[in-house]
């Protein structure tokens, strides 16, 4: 296992240059947790698959486990040997916000956009922490909606990276990360003020990794969802 120590004037260093994919903070696996459990999952996962129908009212989603670690390593206290208390709080990060950005085949325009999340990743972090957040926004969504007809599809990756602020001051960002996903648009459409039933991970709407898309109403479709 890769193993990163970064002094806490290092870390000021980085970010200041801007060298994000040296940053102690990293982006260290990508997975779902398709059971809600909201644990760890130990097995990455390299692609999603999503249906964009339920963007028609606002319900589709890509819920991403984003694994990560704070590398920073405090001085040691020479007395004791042990880790100085103040520095270890002043390196622990602060989670504000999911930045993403989208490419596709065939091209659609999609913005740069920042999703709010919230978390704390303690110095010494490792793959235990995670943050899960939607990856797709809603102008993501609306975007893919309106270029992908029904029965048609398209390629998109996303590149995905946190800002926070360090305890200490300062902001820092983690390294990027990207997820592929296949998107299809099944076409299923439920008429107001029906809405899109809970299928789907989490009990939200269907769609993300095979999930089926159905109406509220239609008690035979959910019935059949797996």
């Known amino acids: 296992m890769r193993s990163l120590l970064y002094s806490l004037s ?9 060298c ?5 903070w990293r982006i260290t696996n990508l997975t779902t947790d398709p059971e809600c459990m909201g644990t760890a999952q130990t097995i990455g996962q390299t ?6 129908a339920a963007a028609s009212r606002q319900q589709a989603n890509y819920i ?7 590398e920073i390593l405090p001085p040691k206290n020479q007395n004791a040997n042990i880790m100085d208390l103040q520095t270890t709080q002043s390196g622990t990060i602060v989670v504000k916000e999911l930045i993403v950005s989208y490419s596709s085949t065939p091209r659609i325009d999609m913005k740069k956009e920042a999703i709010p999340v919230a ?3 303690p110095v010494g972090s490792s793959a235990g922490s995670f943050i899960e957040s939607n990856i797709i926004s809603q102008n993501a969504a609306d ?25 200490s001051g300062g902001d820092i960002y983690s390294t990027t990360a990207t997820y592929p996903i296949h998107v299809e648009n099944s076409g299923v459409t439920c008429a107001a003020p029906d809405t899109f039933g809970p299928t789907g991970r989490c009990g939200g709407a269907g769609g993300q990794d095979g999930t ?12 059949a969802a797996p």
Do not use: Y
Request: charged share 10%; with cysteine.
């Open 10 to 18: 290092v870390v000021s260093m980085l970010a200041l240059s801007g």
């Open 20 to 24: 994000v994919d040296e940053s102690p």
């Open 47 to 52: 692609s999603g698959f999503l249906d964009i």
């Open 64 to 70: 991403l486990q984003i694994q990560e670690s704070n």
């Open 119 to 121: 978390g704390i990743v």
């Open 143 to 167: 975007a893919l909606l309106n270029a992908i007809s029904a029965g048609n599809s398209a390629e998109l990756v996303v590149t995905m990276q946190f800002h926070g602020v360090l305890n």
């Open 212 to 223: 089926r898309v159905c109406c509220s109403s239609d008690s035979t479709c959910i019935a």
